[in-house]
């Protein structure tokens, strides 16, 4: 390796013409270029081939029951759900894939491939459908071979046929997958292959591809900032509107409109309210109408406790109202602090009414009526892991992020609240605060507040994932050198704007890797809920499908496939951030 | 040349870290347009005087007005202040997250509510102004320290402020970038910027400074025209200083 090095000589990449053969060539130069080498090399093939041939001839043999895991299929995606209202599942998966063709389109993403390397990619792929023919069922594997020599062939004529000039031409990477999952739907078309859901899913892959171009056309035609910004607006709306409202449909009765009156009126009296305390009233006027709102939050506590009565109102309608109080009087007492001239009134506005709009959105759909039942009746199997590991991370996000923010600020009470939250949660395993929210809370609510075991669940994960990603952004945050805060408090810049501007953007970008991690880890843990008895993707395959009369104690197939469905999630998603992490230039700036 | 408008009052100002009296009792005053160069020996509290200034620290006593405003904890007047007075830092303090224009274009439109293309005109004319208009795409960590300083001081003019404060600007830099950094500075005075500015740079001083006040324990100890400063100065722990700096 090193003589290259000690004769001084500059390694030449090799000439285009030569890397037909770059396989066998860098083989010699990184496998066999020693004899200890050669051996080391000979040896580590051989215990992979032993690996890889006991691995199919387990994956293979006659004994295995994969219609455990084909037959069962539905069950895993999505346990439950009621069979005659498949097609909202279908619009909701449909949905998730016309937002990824638009996210490509408008970030142009993707890389590209170069000819050699689909090359390679098409005769591993040959290679491995003709190896594990050995091990096919005796109808399966005169096809299996012709398939592996098909995919060889069309490999290497299709390389010779691109002749020398193409051969620095690349293709997109979305384009050639794009090509390649047409081509298997075709195939389910054109051969008499047992998939029953081949129309939706051509469907769904229809939705993607047109989204993607019509992503195109959109991504030319307006501002692109202002397309980014909308399609990321889409995916923040469409996880709520899918488990909330297209899978559940909430009637709309008294209660439910109760509280979609009361969140209006709140948003425009109390922005006005806001407004004027901000730039209207003088401190002293702004500091009795705080302590009037402060009064009214004391006094919404006191009366229901003394008023015997209050059960028999809509309970919703007036929890909601209180909640909307407090946050009320939060906004009007700590405006002033984070308001700094007109920008910064509009921007507690804005915030007002984001706060408004989402608690008056839970509210109402957590606990409205559904004609399809409750959360724990409807959701299961993937759809149920997914539900639930989308609202935690998403939920504990800005939750964790104003704890740590709360644990570094000057106020003592907040540092106190946040470092007493943290140092329990963190105290506590998963399992526990999942009893908890499910088993212990329950007893001391009002029945009339009875929570769904689902949305428990999920509260009780964020705020598990909210207490160790706080840590996370407060290490982020303390990496951030005190010129900084110096230098945006020097152009005048608020305790507010310099967060959330100057300081949080870059804390949070140095810990993308340790919030990946948390995110991977939470994703996975949302298997535990299967202890306290909800049917989630890993439950259905361990415990459903083996108690079937039909599939009795068959645990292996259905478990390696949810591995596999598992790493295939957690693998994409450390891509993506990787991705993110070149683009933002983590390390570099 | 200086004005009669007074610009910054201190009147007899204090402060402590702890037991630890930094500033034992300044009095001075800066007129429009004026140019204040402060000079002493390491830990006299030069630094932390300036700081007073736009309340990046607080001062126990005594009283600071800066264009009428007086400080106190009152979060509306600090920040009010904070935006008639720009600071530049030794160790420049770029944001590293933002490219050079954003750098100067956040504070124009989150504090002034200035339009984006308004903001964007602006930047690119300080850019201009100190010399590296074709650096504005770039991230604070793709140019050198000159560049960098350049970059911080019209991070400031941005906002249009009746007052510069410099602590050390040059102390971090190569010296071959110095002297881009105090030409940026000199055009600054010229053009009839009211300045403070804490420096080492004798020359300098000598060249633009309308005013030099020397620093020792906490006190202003002598006071006078650069003329005055370099050629007759009285206390024999000025004396001491320059002959050590000179
Ligand atoms: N946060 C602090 N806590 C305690 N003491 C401090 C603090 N900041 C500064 N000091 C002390 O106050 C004194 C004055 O510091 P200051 O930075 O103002 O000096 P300076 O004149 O700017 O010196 P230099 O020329 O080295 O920058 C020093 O003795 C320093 O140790
Ligand atoms: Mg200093």
Redesign the pocket.
Known sequence: MSTNAEFGLIEASPPPEASQLGIVVWARKNLFNSVLNAVITVVMLAVLAAVAVGFSSFLFADERRWDAVTVNMRLLMVEGYPQDHMLRIWLSVGIIFALIGLTTAAWNAGGKLAPDSIQRMLIGAGSLVAALAVFGRPDAWVWMTVAGAVLIGIALVWRSSLGKKNIDKTIPTLGFLGGVIALILLVTWLLPVAMTTKVPWTVVFAALVGFYLVGRVLAGAVNNRTFRVVVLGLWVASFPYIYLVLQRRVDLDTDVMLTFVMPAAFLVLGGALIWAQLTKFSRDTAGVVTSVLVALSVASLIIPVAWDGWLELPVLGPLIGRVLLFALTAFAAGGRTFASGEGGARNVLVGWAGSVIAIAYLGTVVRGATDLGTFNAVYGGLNLTMLLSVTAIAASFPIGVMMALARTSKMPIFRLLSTGYIETIRGVPLITVLFFATRVLPRFMPPELAIDPVVAVAAGMMFFSAAYLAENVRGGLQSIPKGQTEAAQAVGMSTFLTTALITLPQALRTVIPALVGQVIALFKDTSLVTIIGLADFLHVARSIIPSQPDFLGVLMEPILFAALVYWLFTFTFSRASQRLEQKLGVGDR | MPSDTEIIVCDDVKKW??D?N?LRGITTTVKEGEVVVII??????????IRCINRLETHQEGRIIVDGIELTSDVRNVEAIRSEVGMVFQSFNLFPHLTVKQNITMAQTWVRGRRKSEADTKAMELLERVGIPEQADKYPGQLSGGQQQRVAIARALAMDPKVMLF??PTSALDPEMIKEVLDVMKELARTGMTMMV?THEMGFAREVADRVLF?DFGQVVEEGTPEHFFTNPQHDRTKLFLSQIL
């Open positions: 870290y702890g630890f930094v002493g020996p390491s830990g006299s509290g030069k630094s932390t005087f602590d050390e804490v620093f």
